[in-house]
């Protein structure tokens, strides 16, 4: 059964990390560790003018399942915004909590995933990446909003 949780297409998102690495001036910065197994990620955003992700990078050390989430996240995420990705999140927290189906639209690849449910141990570090990508897009956000309050 664990074989299947590792599956050649999982192994192939952990293995091609889309946007790996930092930005160098991001508008927003998240990061987010799973406390149960030490996966970290660090996400550095940009914002366009109508506040959707315009560059993006991570920096993730997770297990396999948190690098796959990770890779579908990077594949996808350019254009998005910060409703799209915290509907993501929380569709993908009730498919591996409750049963849900898993996101839709740009991030439904993230159903890829949807045998982590079966590993409660695995949660955590499967979120970690669109947990720290809302964060720095919320970072990112509120930062503009100082910005333009001060002006």
Excluded: W
Aim: aromatic share 2%; net charge negative.
């Amino acid at each position: 059964m664990i074989d299947d949780l590792y599956s050649a297409r999982i192994l192939t998102l952990a293995a091609n990390l889309p946007h790996a690495g930092r930005l160098p001036s991001p508008d927003g910065t998240g990061e987010r560790v799973a406390k149960l197994c030490g996966s970290r990620a660090t996400v550095d955003v940009t914002l366009d003018d109508e506040g959707r992700i315009a560059d993006f990078a991570q920096d993730v050390k997770a297990c396999a399942l948190g690098q796959a989430a990770a890779g579908v996240l990077g594949q996808s995420v350019l254009g998005a915004s910060v409703e799209e990705i915290a509907q993501a999140r929380d569709a993908m927290s009730a498919m591996l909590k409750s049963g849900g189906e898993g996101p839709t639209g740009r991030f439904e690849d993230l159903r890829l995933l949807k045998q982590v449910a079966d590993y409660p141990a695995r949660h955590a570090s499967t979120l970690v990446s669109l947990e720290a990508t809302l964060d720095a897009v919320n970072a990112a956000l509120a930062a503009r909003t100082r910005l333009a309050g001060a002006a």
